[in-house]
Nanobody, 117 residues
Framework: QVQLVESGGGLVQPGGSLRLSCEVS????????LGWYRQSPGKERELVAS???????NYADSVKGRFTISRDNDKGTVTLQMSSLKYEDTAVYYC???????????WGQGTQVTVSS
């Protein structure tokens, strides 16, 4: 049973930083892509950043230069470092893992990020 457990959300002022972490149960090498998505009230879930097994990264235009995704294969974690946070970054952030073998998507429970003064 695949489980993704997120941590690190919270309240931060505009311009501040937060670090989200997702622990992936089982072998992290069994996933072709790991990523972070977010969803705000009334909006569809959107991709924030992703990283492949080979380490290639992809970012939404709105976060390029501010967010950095990384993976630690030894610890089985994927991390999203967020800097220069803006009000519009407020959302529930979800960790995602796509199976290399079945292409099934797995999701974490979500962690709230609120940017407010």
């Amino acid at each position: 049973q695949v489980q993704l457990v997120e941590s690190g959300g919270g309240l931060v002022q505009p311009g501040g930083s937060l670090r989200l972490s997702c622990e992936v149960s089982g072998s992290i090498f069994g996933f072709s892509v790991l990523g972070w998505y977010r969803q705000s009230p009334g909006k569809e879930r959107e991709l924030v950043a992703s990283i492949t097994r080979g380490g290639s990264t992809n970012y939404a235009d709105s976060v390029k230069g501010r967010f950095t995704i990384s993976r630690d294969n030894d610890k089985g974690t994927v991390t999203l470092q967020m800097s220069s946070l803006k009000y519009e970054d407020t959302a529930v952030y979800y960790c995602n893992a796509r199976s290399l073998y079945t292409t099934q998507d797995y999701w974490g429970q979500g962690t709230q990020v609120t940017v407010s003064s």
